[in-house]
Structure formats: structure tokens, C-alpha cells
């Protein structure tokens, strides 16, 4: 004969014997083993409006699979769900699955072999529903009448332990609420103190103009250009200037992040979902809900990542790896690559559907060489930033001649390469003493040779047609002063017509009537 006080205050002590979930649940089954038999034990909860069971903490024998965390019910058992959850009997003994209501049973298959049998009991705390507690054992007809009254005994002690179980992953999951909005607040003073675009009114002129064209919407927008080009600064605009401006904005760089990590980076993952997953967590999207996600060197993305990204952009809900519960999100996608995804598309490294859905709005960011009157005023922006970031007192000024060096030099890394390069050469003038003037002809030694010519290339360092072309034309240029027409002008000694002349220069963006 159990002495039920004596049961009541030694399984309470167990129950409440641990902050985590899964040790006082396992501490509270070896107690009850020697009570009754008990396989298995856990606390799960059922949402009726998403449809959904979850299993909040659980113990499993080694025989059975475990389970998924998350199930979702056969839509035709809705209703019968629904009006089970709310109205359930207190406890409940299942000796045989087989003579259970068809939905029921359907639940039960997915996680237990037909063989088993159940003691359930419905957890409610101030009239409300909290969730079930459930034990379990391999065989039909284990349980009997007085197993599920020494269960109900501990209906309180179970419901508290529920409640602050889901108390505990709320803060969990304000905590991360929280982080997210540090970072975010992080990245806008970031904003507001460091990156202005320079060019917005010369070369960048067009894509500031189709920036501020898309960034009220909601399209999706891809950004097309070399490495180093703006395409992040871009990016950036396009958030702060958006509804969403005030919402998380997330970067993901696709290529940094190893293969195998990139699906529970994006869209998170339930705990188990693999080794190492030891505890469920959101994703890159769920963190950017009602914001922008930028996704850098979106060519790097690998072919499961795709598809999940289809769907994101197809159904606007996303599934944690591991899990099956469906997470609306509302996000805005920002992709960009320096890469050819048409190209990608054809060899089948990049999917065609996904290329379309991304390419709404592209927007062509033109290399650093191709807009070449900015960079006077890149340099002089770079001088003053890193001046002030390397702590000299004095910024140095530039000399013509070295700003004319630079605009002949082509430039492959872009606006990255240019801002490094000004970085460097501050930090070998950097003697102490005020600097006056800083040629950078002077420094290049250690850099890049500004007065490359076609001649200069070597085979390593083929360049595309249009740069030869953009080259020769401005060493022509140079050679006439800039005067495009006449006997002594650019385009009677490269035998052409001036005005094909005129053409090429506006399509090379190779600007007019200067002193070269
Ligand atoms: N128009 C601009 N005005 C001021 N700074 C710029 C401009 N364009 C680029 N930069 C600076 O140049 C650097 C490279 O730019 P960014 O990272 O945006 O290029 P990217 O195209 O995204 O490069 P990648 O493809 O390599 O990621 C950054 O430090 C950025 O602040």
C-alpha cells in the first residue's frame, strides 16, 4: 500500500529538483519507476490555431525513435483537436492505441510504436490550459485505475513545473529579442557617424536615382557589381531609406559561412536537429522579421539553402532545420554578387526560379574605373576618415598630379582597393610631423603602379575589352589635352569619326573637355 503523502512530498521534491526541464522530468521518472512502469515521460503542448503539438521536454527510452519536437495535425482533425484540447478530461489511461479516436491515433503513431501503453493528464493552472504530462511503457494494458490516481496526485506540482518552463523560454526569447535590437541599434550609429556615399551626384548619380525609386517598396532588389564597387553601402541606403528603416536589418555574407551551416544560420533549427544543435535556435530571417535581410554573395548560396530561400520569397514563411512548424516572416530581401547568376543558371549552379524572383530590380553599381571623376572627392573623403582614425592632427592634402595617377590606374579591386590604398599611404607619411602635401606616386612602390598602360599588362592580368579600350582612349585624350575634334584631337589619331568617339565615352563613362 503507497502511503500517498509520503509519494506526494518525495515526487513534488523531485519535480521541482532542477531549473532544467529535462533533469527534474528524468528525476521524477526514476522516481516513479518504482511506482509503476515507466518508459518514458514528457510535457507537450498543442497551439489550435496553428495546429501544431510540441513537445516541450521530454525523456525517451533508447528503444523508441525520438520524436520531433513539433507535429502537425492532419488539417481533417482540426476541429476534433481543437474541441479535445479544450475540453480534456483531467487523466486519461491508454492501455490500447488501437481503440483511441482515429486522430488520437494518428498522434500517437507518429511517435510510439502500437504496442504502448499511456497515462495522460491534461495540465490546467487557473483555468487554464497549460499542457499534458504523459508517461509511457512498451507493451499494451500497463496501466490500471490506481497508476493514474497516483498521477493525478501530482497534477500541481507538474503545472507549476509547465509554467515555468514556458516562463523560462519566454525570457529566452526576449533576451534574444533584445540582442538582436543591440546590434541593430549598433549598426544605425554606425550609420549615422561613418558611411556617406560619395558620387551620389556624379558616378553614382544613376543609382542613387533607382535607389530611391525602389527603396519605398518592398521588392526585392539584387545589386550587380565587381567586388569592392558599394555594393553593402548600397544595400544599407536602400534599409534607411525604406518603411523599414526602423525594423532590424540583418547581413548575411552566403560565402562566409561554412556549407553545412548555412540552412540553421538562415532559418535557425530545433534543438537535435544535428549534432552540436544542443538547444533550438532562430535564424537570420526569423531575426529580421518585418525588416531587411542583406544577403551578400548570394552566388555562394548552396542548392538546399536555395530552395528554402524560394520558398521564404514565394510563401513568405519559413521551417527551422529539424523542425515543422511554419514561420511566417515578413522580410524584405537585399541580395548582391560580383558574379554571372544567368551564367550560374545555365551550368545549374544557381537556380533560374530563385535568379527570378531575386531579380525584380537589379541594380548595375559601374566599377571605380568607369567613374573616374569620383575619385577626387573618394580620396579626399577617405584622407579625412582615416586621418582622424589614425590620429593625425593635420590632414594632408593631396597633389594634382598624384589625384591624375589615380584616375589612369584601373582600379580591380574598386572603391575597397582605393580606400586601402590612401590608408597605407598615410600611415608611411605618418612621421610625426604635420604633412603638408602627400604624392602618392611616391608611395606606390609598396602598392599598385598607377600609370598602367595597355603594354604594362601581363598575361596574368588580361583585362576586359572595354578597360583596354576606355585606356586608350584616355591616353589619346591625354596626348590632345582633352580636345576630341579636329586635326589635333583625340579622334584623328585613333582614325575614328567623332562622334563614334563621343558614343564610346559616354558608354565608358570617360568624362568630356578636361585638361588630362
Ligand atoms: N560611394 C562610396 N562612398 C564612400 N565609401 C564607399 C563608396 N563605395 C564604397 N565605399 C567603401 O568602400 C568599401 C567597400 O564597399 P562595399 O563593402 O560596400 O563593397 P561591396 O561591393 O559590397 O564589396 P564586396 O562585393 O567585396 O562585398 C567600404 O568600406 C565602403 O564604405
Redesign the pocket.
Known amino acids: 500500500m503507497v502511503d500517498e503523502n509520503e509519494f506526494f512530498r518525495r515526487a513534488t521534491l523531485r519535480i521541482s529538483s532542477s531549473l532544467k526541464s529535462e533533469t527534474a522530468l528524468q528525476r521524477a521518472m526514476t522516481y516513479l519507476q518504482q511506482h509503476m512502469p515507466v518508459s518514458g515521460i514528457f510535457f507537450a503542448l498543442y497551439d489550435p490555431n496553428l495546429n501544431i503539438g510540441r513537445l516541450l521536454a521530454f525523456i525517451w527510452p533508447p528503444g523508441i525513435d525520438r520524436p520531433k519536437r513539433t507535429f502537425v495535425f492532419p488539417k481533417e482533425y482540426w476541429g476534433w483537436m481543437k474541441n479535445w484540447w479544450d475540453n480534456q478530461e483531467r487523466i486519461r489511461i491508454i492501455n490500447d492505441i488501437s481503440k483511441e479516436e482515429k486522430p488520437l491515433q494518428q498522434a500517437f503513431a507518429a511517435m510510439w510504436p502500437n504496442d504502448t501503453s499511456h497515462i495522460t493528464m491534461g495540465l490546467r493552472l487557473e483555468e487554464m490550459q497549460l499542457g499534458i504530462l504523459a508517461i509511457f511503457a512498451e507493451g499494451k494494458n500497463r496501466y490500471n485505475e490506481s497508476h493514474a490516481h497516483l498521477i493525478s496526485l501530482l497534477h500541481e506540482p507538474f503545472a507549476i513545473a509547465i509554467s515555468n518552463i514556458l516562463q523560462h523560454q519566454e525570457i529566452l526569447r526576449l533576451k534574444d529579442i533584445l540582442a538582436d535590437d543591440n546590434s541593430y541599434l549598433r549598426q544605425e550609429l554606425m550609420e549615422i557617424t561613418g558611411?556617406?556615399?560619395?558620387?551620389a551626384n556624379f558616378g553614382?548619380r544613376g543609382v542613387m536615382e533607382m535607389v530611391s525609386q525602389v527603396a519605398p517598396l518592398n521588392s526585392p532588389v539584387l545589386l550587380l557589381?565587381e567586388?569592392?564597387?558599394?555594393?553593402?553601402?548600397i544595400a544599407n541606403a536602400i534599409h534607411y531609406s525604406s518603411k523599414r528603416k526602423n525594423d532590424p536589418y540583418i547581413r548575411v555574407n552566403c560565402g562566409a559561412i561554412p556549407e553545412n551551416l548555412i540552412d540553421s544560420e538562415l532559418f535557425g533549427h530545433e534543438k537535435g536537429a544535428f549534432t552540436g544543435a544542443i538547444s533550438s535556435k532562430r535564424g537570420r530571417f526569423e531575426r529580421a522579421n518585418h525588416g531587411t535581410i542583406f544577403l551578400?554573395e548570394i552566388g555562394e548560396l548552396p542548392p538546399a539553402a536555395q530552395v528554402r530561400l524560394l520558398r521564404v520569397l514565394q510563401q513568405h514563411e519559413i521551417e527551422r532545420v529539424g523542425g515543422s512548424e511554419v514561420i511566417p516572416v515578413d522580410v524584405r530581401v537585399i541580395s548582391?554578387t560580383?558574379q554571372n547568376l544567368e551564367l550560374m543558371t545555365q551550368s545549374r549552379k544557381f537556380r533560374e526560379d530563385l535568379l527570378y524572383r531575386l531579380n525584380v530590380f537589379p541594380i548595375m553599381i559601374p566599377p571605380l574605373r568607369h567613374r573616374t571623376d569620383d575619385i577626387p572627392a573618394?580620396v579626399s573623403?577617405f584622407l579625412e576618415h582615416k586621418s582622424r582614425e589614425l590620429g593625425i592632427e593635420q590632414m594632408p592634402s593631396i597633389t594634382r598630379e598624384a589625384i591624375e595617377q589615380l584616375q589612369a590606374y584601373h582600379w580591380p579591386g574598386n572603391?575597397?582597393e582605393l580606400?586601402n590604398f590612401v590608408e597605407r599611404a598615410l600611415i608611411q607619411t605618418k612621421t610625426g610631423k604635420p604633412v603638408e602635401a602627400i604624392s602618392f606616386s611616391r608611395l606606390a612602390s609598396t602598392s599598385v603602379d598607377h600609370t598602367i598602360t595597355p603594354s604594362d599588362q601581363t598575361d596574368e592580368s588580361i583585362l576586359p575589352m572595354n578597360d583596354v579600350i576606355a585606356m586608350h582612349i584616355k591616353k589619346a585624350l591625354a596626348q590632345t589635352r582633352g580636345k576630341v575634334e579636329g586635326i589635333d584631337g583625340a579622334a584623328n589619331l585613333l582614325k575614328i569619326h567623332p562622334s563614334t568617339l563621343r558614343g564610346r565615352m559616354r558608354k565608358l563613362g570617360i568624362p568630356y573637355g578636361r585638361h588630362r
Open positions: 558611411k556617406t556615399i560619395i558620387g553614382m557589381g567586388a569592392g564597387v558599394g555594393k553593402e553601402i551578400d548582391a560580383h573618394l573623403h572603391v575597397r580606400e
